[in-house]
């Protein structure tokens, strides 16, 4: 079944020559690995440059079911970055999060509002002119929202102490 979605690059890691695997957060199908060729010539279908972390590309493959590594039939960047490529600080915060994803996703299934998450903060980041020094803090936190750890909330109020063994917050300083 060919599958066109959107999709993030986390890793790429290459594999002989001419070949890379390279592993992507698509929208439609979660987690996902592929393998590609990648031809040294100028007028490539497919090139390296499109494996960089968090590059955001539209693609589409050949999903079919047991296999572990697909083939990309189609592929093109998605949304050109501005800034996030050439700036050493927004670089080296991309690929902090791009190998965090790469790591906290291992089994994500399809989840378009993880995605729309991930996508959104990339290009929020890409856009920042200031104050993005401590971004990977704050999409981390609000990644735990959807990687199923977030804290409880609801009965918060100013002062109280977030209790790390039971998940809530309360008005004692817990023991431990």
Known sequence: MLVKTKAIVLHSIKLGESK????MLTERQGRVSFVCRIASSGKAKIKKQFFQPLTLLELEYDSRPGRTLRHIG?????????TLP???FKLSIALFLAEFLYYSTREEQENEPLFAYVENSILWLDGAERAYANFHLVFMMRLSRF?????????????DYFDLREGFFSVQLPLH
Do not use: E, K, S
């Open 86 to 88: 050439f700036d050493a």
């Open 74 to 82: 189609d592929i093109r960047i998605l949304t050109p970055f501005r």
């Open 20 to 23: 890379t695997i390279v592993d």
């Open 147 to 159: 990687i199923g750890f977030f804290p409880n909330l609801d009965d918060y109020r100013p002062g």
